[in-house]
């Protein structure tokens, strides 16, 4: 498993994408992963306001002077527990069993398909309790898929400014889900290898010792 750090890091650029600027632009973005140990779908991180004040300060800000990615990211690095954010403790209280086939972020990922619930009170598929959390009537769930293999999802809304999710906006989160996923992909694969070669290079020192102490045991019953 990539290390946590390493892979927060990641998604909250993935999530600031989304969030931040003209071209996506969503009030709130939220990041599941499979835990294939645990069978579930774990909330792993969340990006946008928790509530309408903190919104409209948000934009406040971005408005009156030029805000760029990096900046964003000075902030996160900055946090001395990122994992506090009031998003993401949201988007942890999310968390779903893979076994609840009838929960909507189990089905977007079985389907492998996108999903726009636009009237959430009146959607059975949308769990009471993952509504009670979220709280949006409008939202939009995509599978994080690389290759064969669904990661995750992304699930985004526009909570605060209530603008109605549009299809080119849907077609470009579907997009920008697919990069996503690829990338978190391989940043898995890169873990998995900087974990063999640490393995190897101890297997390699375990070896220079056992020979080492063979020699030593050959001198001595030479000497005897």
Known sequence: MVGT???NRLI?????GLTAGPALGFNRAMIFLVDDEKRALKGVLGVGPSTAEEAGEIWSRVSQK????KDFLSEYEGLKDPTGMPMTVLTRELSCSLEDHRH???QVMKSKKIW????ATLDESINSAFFKVFQSVEFITVPLIAGDE???VIVADNRFNWNPIEKKSRNMLSL????AGIAIQNAYRHEKIRDQLKQTQRSSRLLGEANQKLSKIQQYATVG
Do not use: R, S
């Open 5 to 7: 750090l390493e892979l």
């Open 12 to 16: 909250f650029l993935i999530l600031t």
């Open 66 to 69: 030029n805000v760029y990615l």
């Open 104 to 106: 909507l972020l189990v």
């Open 116 to 119: 726009h619930t636009v009237k």
């Open 150 to 152: 669904v990661l995750g």
């Open 176 to 179: 920008f889900a697919h990069l």
